[in-house]
């Protein structure tokens, strides 16, 4: 949930500014990406989906949304 919360600061930034708000909101689904796929591997595997599973890919796709509304404001 932190990452999610540093992602959505990125959105206090200038718009000008935009290697920090890149920089971060990147740096921060990176760093998502690479938790989602260590906590797989190191769950029981299962055939159906977890709640972890969701958690993860939701936060994923929460962070994917700040790059995608960064990219609709500089329209």
């Known amino acids: ?3 999610v919360i540093v ?8 718009p000008e500014s935009i ?5 971060m909101a990147m740096t921060t689904l ?8 260590a906590v ?3 769950t029981p595997k299962v055939s159906y989906v977890s709640a972890l599973d969701v958690w993860m ?3 994923v796709v ?4 700040i ?3 960064y990219v609709i404001i500089l329209r």
């Open 7 to 14: 992602s959505w600061l990125s959105l206090f930034l200038p």
């Open 62 to 65: 929460f962070v994917f949304f």
């Open 67 to 69: 790059l995608l509304e």
């Open 19 to 23: 290697p920090g708000r890149t920089g």
């Open 30 to 37: 990176l760093t998502l990406a690479a938790m989602f796929g």
């Open 1 to 3: 949930g932190l990452f």
């Open 40 to 42: 797989r591997q190191n």
């Open 57 to 59: 890919c939701s936060c």
